[in-house]
Structure formats: structure tokens, C-alpha cells
């Protein structure tokens, strides 16, 4: 016998309706944190370098994987210019970013020409410390990182990025490019504060004894300087407020640059660890949903991990 429909009461047909509500919502978030949980995909490219990239590496992976956010891969390349870094052809494409721990041998045609097709398309990049020395006749390159130093680089090579009378400059006067004193702990302070690698950030913090880059030059085209470092002359300095953390647009893609993290003690700094979390992920995506952690940092008192 067919139950009359006409005498089912109301109640239980708003409680199905609220019962499919609540699943398909549920459905929704379930699927929604799915999608957040799996973490993005990262390439560091290692192999050359004047510092201790064997040391650095593992460090770097290790601090990003810590957020949950990335899974990291490396690929390292050949230790010597031949057939073989000819042949190096890391698939940019399978990654969100890139980060550079490599200053050594320039890459083969297609290899240059793969990592401006990725960049151009909305990749992202990380460039760490002395991976701003290389490549130095690489012009992509150079509009990738904003300013380099050191071989080979000149006059020619663009302005020094500066941070003057409240503003950035790119000051053109002649002179060399690519030098730092003596190790030691010093201030950075935040230029950007509303950009998103940089908020919630102190105004001033501490940074762990480290080099200290001055004299960096390059285009810096579509870059803005997010915290920037007095290069002390008493200690071998230019005397300027020097840019050690920026970031740069080139085509639809990101790069985050970052100028401190000479070895594994300078990157026990909270400091660097944060900057480089975040970093990260506006490379990746445009924004930055870590938090600033309690142990950041302050003007006067350096922070180790």
C-alpha cells in the first residue's frame, strides 16, 4: 500500500531538507580542505655555489616543509660547466617555485629559456642570498633577481637599490658591484609594511650575525623593497641603507629575494626562517595566510631556532 503523501507532516520534510543541507555543506568544506591539504610543490636547484650549499639546502627544506605548505623537491646540479650542465633540465613547469641556492655555470639555451617561459606564464621564485651572484650575463636573470653582485657585473649592469630620504632609489653613480663586511648581527628594517610577506612584522628586528650585501646592482625593474639594512662602514659597509629583502614581477610571475642566509647559522634566525616561509608562499600564490609566530624577532634581541 503507497503511503499518502498528503499525510506525512511538514516537520519531516524540513528535516530532510536541513539533513541534505548539512551533508552537501559538509561535502563542500570536506572537499574545500581537501583541496587546501595538499601542499604545493617546490624545487630547490642546487649543485654550484661559493657557500656551503650541501649544509643549506637540507635546512631550507626542511623549514618550508615544517609549514604544512610545501612538499620539496631538489635537483642539484652537475659540479662542473660541460655536457652534462648542458643537459641539466630541471621540469620547471611541475612546480609552484623555484628556489635558487645555485651560483655557478651558466645554464644551456633551453634551460634559460624554460625558466622565462615559467616565469612569463605566473611561476614563482625564491632567490637566496648568493644566488644573486650568478648568471651575470643572463639579462632575464638579472630583471628575474632586480640586483646582483659580483662576476662580471658593472657600470652597465643597472643602479644600486637604495633606500633614501623615505623612498627607494636606484642610484647610478658609477663604482664596483658586490661586497660585505665582517659578519655581524644586524637591524632590518621593514620598508613594506602592508605587503604581505611583511605584515604583522616588527617595524625593526634583529637579525643573527650574517654578511651583510652592499653595492648590489642590477635593473630592478616593477621591484619594491621590503626591508632594507645599515651597511656600517666601521665594518666594511657602503654607509647606505642597502636592500636585503625585496621582491620583484616578471611577466605574470613572482620572485622573492632575499639577500640574508649566508649558512646554516645565519638561517637559524627566526628572522630568515619567517621571511623565507612566507616568501614562499607569495611566490606561490600572490599571499601569505602564515602567521607571525610570538618567537619573531624584536629591535634589540636576536631569535634562534
Request: hydrophobic share 40%; glycine share 10%.
Amino acid at each position: 500500500m503507497t503511503p499518502d503523501l498528503y499525510c506525512i507532516p511538514a516537520w519531516v520534510f524540513q528535516r530532510r531538507r536541513v539533513m541534505k543541507l548539512f551533508l552537501t555543506t559538509l561535502w563542500f568544506v570536506g572537499s574545500l580542505l581537501a583541496v587546501q591539504a595538499v601542499p604545493m610543490q617546490v624545487l630547490i636547484i642546487d649543485g654550484q655555489n661559493n657557500h656551503d650549499w650541501k649544509a643549506t639546502t637540507p635546512v631550507m627544506k626542511k623549514d618550508l616543509e615544517a609549514t604544512g605548505l610545501f612538499k620539496v623537491e631538489v635537483a642539484t646540479a652537475p659540479a662542473a660547466d660541460g655536457p652534462e650542465l648542458a643537459a641539466f633540465k630541471p621540469d620547471f613547469a611541475k612546480y609552484k617555485v623555484i628556489v635558487m641556492n645555485y651560483n655557478g655555470a651558466m645554464w644551456g639555451d633551453a634551460t634559460r629559456k624554460a625558466l622565462e617561459d615559467y616565469m612569463t606564464a605566473g611561476g614563482g621564485m625564491v632567490v637566496v642570498h648568493a644566488a644573486d651572484n650568478s648568471f651575470a650575463q643572463w639579462p632575464a636573470y638579472n630583471e628575474m633577481i632586480a640586483v646582483g653582485g659580483w662576476n662580471g657585473r658593472d657600470d652597465k649592469s643597472g643602479g644600486y637599490l637604495r633606500w633614501k630620504d623615505g623612498k627607494q632609489v636606484l642610484d647610478t653613480q658609477p663604482g664596483k658591484v658586490g661586497s660585505h663586511g665582517a659578519q655581524h648581527e644586524y637591524v632590518l628594517d621593514t620598508r613594506a609594511p602592508a605587503h604581505p610577506i611583511m605584515k604583522g612584522l616588527p617595524k625593526q628586528w634583529l637579525h643573527a650575525s650574517d654578511e651583510l650585501y652592499d653595492f648590489m646592482r642590477g635593473p630592478a625593474k616593477n621591484t619594491t623593497i621590503l626591508a632594507t639594512a645599515f651597511a656600517d662602514p666601521k665594518l666594511g659597509g657602503s654607509g647606505e641603507q642597502e636592500a636585503q629583502l625585496l621582491v620583484t614581477s616578471y611577466g605574470k610571475g613572482r620572485v622573492f629575494h632575499t639577500m640574508i642566509g649566508h649558512g646554516p647559522e645565519a638561517m637559524k634566525c627566526v628572522g630568515f626562517i619567517v621571511t623565507l616561509q612566507r616568501g614562499t608562499e607569495w611566490a606561490a600564490t600572490g599571499k601569505v595566510t602564515q602567521k607571525v609566530p610570538a618567537d619573531f624577532p624584536k629591535a634589540t634581541t636576536v631569535s634562534l631556532r
